[in-house]
């Protein structure tokens, strides 16, 4: 595992500084400043309001924090924020960003099924944002974690990649293919990732002892879900092109719900 974590950690590392600098672009940050809330699906941002409906001063984590857009957008609305990831570069590029703006957050590179630098019974709210439980190879680990970290009555919300999604990869012409049955977990690739199925997901979550209150499973919001954004080859769809994927009778997999999301409570 810890040969896992260490190509896990290189990988991001690298990625940090090549293809992943569109997230810090100037652009970018400015449209977060102007429209923080740009940064969460309408539904999930719903689901956070109801659980804080007012988040001015409340202590919020985000592991896995990646383009740390959500933790600049938490900021923004008034929240001290903690921000963990595993890569070092990551950390170091988005602290490089709020330092710029003159943004107060606390930065952590740490594993999120570990913590170990982030405190217990200390946050309000934990939040986990696209792309995080493919990297995790042990989910009851992270959700313990999420579970100490929390106040007694705090919050998590997640969103996520629905499961539904797995097992057909982002192939949009066509016929439905199935690249890998739904119960083929992983590890899968050079670079491990994990395919969790949506049991695997919210038994995690209840094994560590928070209480889930509410779900929703969501469609893309837009064609720019359907772009391999990892991709050096510029996707060269019209926006109208790329927005008549969003219609299942031209593309299947607009069928099944494309993202998850569900608050839960440390009771």
């Known amino acids: ?34 429209q923080p809330e740009s940064v969460f699906h309408p539904v999930t941002y719903e689901l956070i309001r109801k659980a804080l409906p007012d988040l001015q001063g409340k202590r919020i984590c985000v592991p896995s924090s990646g383009d740390n ?45 570990k913590l170990s630098k982030v405190k217990s019974n200390d946050y309000d709210f934990v939040y986990t944002s696209n ?44 016929n439905l293919k199935v690249i890998k049955p739904y119960d083929a977990t ?7 990732t994990y395919k969790w199925r949506m049991q695997d997901i919210l038994n995690a979550a209840l094994s560590s002892g928070l209480t889930i209150r509410h779900l929703e499973e969501m469609y893309a919001e837009n064609g720019s879900f359907w772009v391999d954004e ?7 769809r019209s926006k109208e092109e790329l ?16 993202w998850l999301s569900f608050h839960a409570v440390k009771k």
């Open 1 to 34: 595992m810890e040969n896992s974590k260490s190509i896990i950690q290189d990988s991001w590392n690298e990625w940090s500084d090549t293809w992943y600098v569109k997230y810090r672009t100037d652009e970018a940050i400015s449209k977060i400043r102007n």
């Open 69 to 113: 857009h959500a933790v600049f957008a938490f900021h923004l609305m008034g929240v001290q924020v903690t921000s963990v990831d595993i890569s070092e570069r990551q950390v170091e590029n988005a602290s490089a960003i709020a330092r710029k703006q003159r943004w107060e957050i606390e930065f952590e590179c740490d594993d999120t099924m």
């Open 131 to 174: 792309g995080v439980h493919v990297w995790i190879n042990d989910l009851e680990a992270m959700y313990a974690q999420i579970y100490r970290i929390l106040k007694s009555g705090g919050s998590y919300i997640m969103f996520d990649i629905h499961p539904f999604m797995r097992p057909f990869g982002m192939r949009t012409e066509g």
């Open 186 to 192: 992983g590890p899968f690739g050079d670079i491990p």
């Open 230 to 236: 990892s991709s050096d080859v510029a996707d060269t």
């Open 243 to 258: 927005d008549a994927l969003c219609d299942w009778n031209i593309n299947p997999l607009a069928a099944i719900p494309q």
